[in-house]
Nanobody
Framework: QVQLVESGGGSVQAGGSLRLSCAVSGYTSSFNYMGWFRQAPGKEREAVAAIYRSSTTLYYRDSVRGRFTISKDNNKNTLYLQMNGLKPEDSAIYYC?????????????????WGQGTQVTVSS
């Protein structure tokens, strides 16, 4: 059974940093496509960043580019999202997602496996 477990969320003040982790288990190899999504109350789930294998970054949302960094450690089977310069509008539940094959890495419906989410709250 494939499991994705996020950690690292929390509450910070604007300008602060957090590092999210997503540990993958139950999959015999590393997922080719993994991504971070977020969902704020009353809003649709939106793509934040996506990565192909361990070194090819596919996507950053415009609003986070230059502040967030996605990375992946295949040896540890873990996906990361380093978030710097956090803003109140970054507040949301952050989810990691994975799939062996994705044709549109910005669309949640293209990912089969999801974590339970971790809350990020940024205060002004």
């Amino acid at each position: 059974q494939v499991q994705l477990v996020e950690s690292g969320g929390g509450s910070v003040q604007a300008g602060g940093s957090l590092r999210l982790s997503c540990a993958v288990s139950g999959y015999t190899s590393s997922f080719n496509y993994m991504g971070w999504f977020r969902q704020a109350p009353g809003k649709e789930r939106e793509a934040v960043a996506a990565i192909y294998r361990s070194s090819t970054t596919l996507y950053y949302r415009d609003s986070v580019r230059g502040r967030f960094t996605i990375s992946k450690d295949n040896n540890k089977n873990t996906l990361y999202l380093q978030m710097n310069g956090l803003k109140p509008e970054d507040s949301a539940i952050y989810y990691c997602a994975a799939d062996p094959l994705v044709t549109d890495w910005t669309r949640p419906s293209h990912y089969k496996y999801w974590g339970q989410g971790t809350q990020v709250t940024v205060s002004s």
